[in-house]
């Protein structure tokens, strides 16, 4: 479990101010958990993004007790891409929680190999457990798809035990299809008639000026 040192927000401290000394404003609730406003800091908290995303626990210590959290959402700057607000989940364990799975792409397609496109239709899923037991990824195994038109379902995931899928179970996961080739003669042929008409407007132009003489 992943954790993260985090203190109790002074309301004094503008944000402006916060994010210019390298932290972060955030908020921290769940079903059993009133509503705090906390400060992080900005580079751990960078850090921990990058390896929890939002389907693993991070333990917010300082506020009390370890509390058990998600991180629910990031708001980003327009401009520098960086984190400037942050919303955790407080989790209870044995209390089922809906989060979005990250899939991993793994092997492949033979399909593929012999000259197909593949298309990866879903980059993730929604799944429901017990936030203790949150896979931190879920593997796709395009070996599966052999042959052109072969389809990977949602159905189709293998997932840890007490991990219930929440996304339709048709859903498509990835895909292979024939490369199409573009056709010359389509070409050709806009160029026939860009061709036959330049004419019959010199031809007009003909006639006219003959007509004026």
Same mark, same amino acid.
């Given at each position: 479990?992943?954790?993260? @040192?985090?203190?109790? &927000?002074? @309301?004094?401290?503008?944000?402006?101010?916060?994010?210019?000394?390298?932290?972060?404003?955030?908020?921290?609730?769940?079903?059993?958990? /009133?509503? /705090?406003?906390?400060? *992080?800091?900005?580079?751990?908290?960078?850090?921990?993004? &990058?390896?929890?995303?939002?389907?693993?626990?991070?333990?917010? %210590?300082?506020?009390?007790?370890? *509390?058990?959290?998600?991180?629910?959402?990031?708001?980003?700057?327009?401009? !520098?891409?960086?984190?400037?607000?942050?919303?955790?989940?407080?989790?209870?364990?044995?209390?089922?929680?809906?989060?979005?799975?990250?899939?991993?792409?793994?092997?492949?397609?033979?399909?593929? /190999?012999?000259?197909?496109?593949?298309?990866?239709?879903?980059?993730?899923?929604?799944?429901?457990?017990?936030?203790?037991?949150?896979?931190?990824?879920?593997?796709?195994?395009?070996?599966?798809? @052999?042959?052109?038109?072969?389809?990977?379902?949602?159905?189709? *995931?293998? *997932?840890?035990?007490?991990? %219930?899928?929440? !996304?339709?179970?048709?859903?498509?996961?990835?895909?292979?299809?024939?490369?199409?080739?573009?056709?010359?003669?389509?070409?050709?042929?806009?160029?026939?008639?860009?061709?036959? /008409? @330049?004419?019959?407007? %010199?031809?007009?132009?003909?006639?006219?000026?003959?007509?004026?003489?």
């Amino acid at each position: 479990m992943l954790s993260l @040192k985090v203190e109790k &927000r002074d @309301k004094n401290v503008a944000i402006p101010a916060l994010l210019r000394a390298g932290s972060i404003p955030a908020v921290v609730y769940g079903a059993h958990h /009133e509503a /705090e406003s906390i400060t *992080l800091p900005a580079i751990a908290f960078t850090k921990v993004l &990058r390896e929890a995303g939002e389907a693993t626990i991070v333990s917010l %210590e300082g506020i009390g007790a370890s *509390l058990p959290t998600l991180i629910h959402e990031v708001d980003r700057d327009p401009l !520098t891409n960086l984190p400037r607000h942050v919303d955790f989940y407080a989790v209870t364990k044995g209390e089922k929680v809906e989060v979005a799975i990250p899939l991993t792409f793994i092997g492949i397609s033979a399909a593929v /190999e012999a000259g197909a496109n593949l298309v990866k239709v879903l980059h993730e899923v929604e799944v429901k457990a017990d936030p203790m037991n949150l896979p931190h990824d879920i593997t796709v195994d395009l070996t599966m798809l @052999k042959a052109v038109n072969d389809q990977i379902h949602a159905s189709d *995931l293998t *997932l840890p035990t007490g991990v %219930e899928l929440i !996304t339709d179970a048709e859903d498509v996961i990835a895909l292979v299809q024939q490369v199409v080739e573009e056709k010359e003669e389509a070409v050709v042929a806009d160029i026939g008639s860009i061709e036959v /008409e @330049k004419k019959g407007k %010199e031809e007009a132009a003909g006639e006219a000026a003959s007509e004026e003489k």
